[in-house]
């Protein structure tokens, strides 16, 4: 089967459209490869002493490294990419807000086995999500090429609306394969998972999802980055990473403060903003202000 894949001038409507219809694309060389080998630099200590799975779904020969905020700066320029935030602002806008869910390196070695196939929305608790609302907007960039000897992702394309805990036979899966520098994206509800490592090389992906902004984050950004580091990063940055409120009310600090504010030590509050929507009959703020104390 021809896989869904796009030269790097995609845009991000053409991105939505391809994750909407397929469940995934693959955009080509998004970034070059010494971005990539840049990342494996920054990283390489990390991936030495992080554990391997403990687990048949984490793998028992695979490691995920994680806290890639804090540990590269070369990874912020991947998470902030503007045409994947703008492609992930508008697959999940059914939300108000939108956050950063998690960040690992996946390093799948030498004879490890296929993963099972999974959706990782089942992620929050198995929560039957209705076909139309989208938890996830999820990345794999290949930080090694991806082959199908190599264990490169395998997908089943239009999975997304199959509901949960479906079984999928390997005939029914494409496989992944891409270059370094090129990423795959898919949505939450899509099934796929590693596929066997038969080389005897370890295959890489740097692993960015993003979810609606009123979701509890897989990844805890607030402790896997320093304070003393987010002190050195951007507003947008630090919003993307949830120092902000969700859905107007979600995170708020103390007196109906804002957090961002809070945590660089400013007085601001908490005021509705202009996009008021009635529900039910009920006022519901969909963004807000911030007014000085
Ligand atoms: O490493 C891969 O190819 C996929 C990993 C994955 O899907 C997961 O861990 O949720
Ligand atoms: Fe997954």
């Known amino acids: 089967?021809?896989?869904?894949?796009?030269?790097?001038?995609?845009?991000?409507?053409?991105?939505i459209n391809a994750v909407k219809e397929h469940?995934?694309?693959?955009?080509?060389?998004?970034?070059?490869?010494?971005?990539?080998?840049?990342?494996a630099e920054e990283m390489a200590e990390f991936i030495d002493t992080s554990p391997y799975g403990c687990d048949r779904?984490?793998?028992?020969?695979?490691?995920?490294?994680?806290?890639?905020?804090?540990?590269?700066?070369?990874?912020?320029?991947?998470i902030a990419l503007p045409v994947?935030?703008?492609a992930a602002q508008k697959h999940l806008s059914k939300s108000s807000t939108f956050q950063l869910n998690l960040t690992q390196i996946i390093s799948v070695y030498p004879g490890s086995p296929a993963q099972v196939l999974h959706q990782d929305q089942l992620t929050w608790d198995f929560f039957n999500f209705p076909d139309e609302f989208e938890t996830q907007f999820n990345l794999l960039w290949a930080l090694t090429d991806y082959t199908e000897e190599n264990s490169a992702t395998r997908l089943v394309p239009k999975?997304?609306?199959?509901?949960?805990?479906q079984k999928f036979t390997p005939e029914q899966t494409v496989c992944a394969e891409m270059k370094k520098g090129s990423v795959l994206i898919y949505t939450g509800k899509i099934y796929h998972g590693a596929g066997e490592n038969k080389t005897d090389k370890v295959r890489q992906s740097i692993n960015i999802t993003y979810s609606?902004?009123?979701?509890?984050?897989?990844?805890?950004?607030?402790?896997?980055?320093?304070?003393?580091?987010?002190?050195?990063l951007s507003d947008d940055m630090l919003k993307l990473m949830g120092y902000?409120?969700?859905?107007?009310?979600?995170?708020?600090?103390?007196?109906?403060?804002?957090?961002?504010?809070v945590f660089r030590n400013k007085q601001k509050r908490i005021v509705p903003g202009l996009n008021i929507v009635k529900?039910?009959?009920?006022?519901?703020?969909k963004s807000y202000a911030l007014e000085e104390i």
């Open 279 to 285: 529900e039910n009959g009920h006022d519901i703020a």
């Open 84 to 86: 994947i935030l703008d």
């Open 212 to 232: 609606a902004g009123w979701l509890r984050q897989e990844e805890n950004q607030y402790l896997a980055t320093p304070p003393e580091i987010a002190a050195t």
């Open 57 to 78: 779904f984490l793998g028992h020969t695979t490691k995920r490294t994680g806290s890639l905020v804090a540990r590269s700066e070369t990874a912020r320029e991947l």
């Open 23 to 39: 469940g995934y694309c693959i955009i080509d060389n998004l970034v070059d490869s010494e971005v990539m080998d840049k990342i």
């Open 1 to 15: 089967m021809e896989l869904v894949r796009f030269a790097n001038t995609v845009s991000s409507e053409e991105i």
């Open 244 to 261: 902000q409120c969700a859905c107007f009310a979600l995170g708020y600090v103390r007196d109906f403060e804002d957090p961002l504010n």
């Open 159 to 165: 999975s997304m609306y199959a509901g949960t805990r």
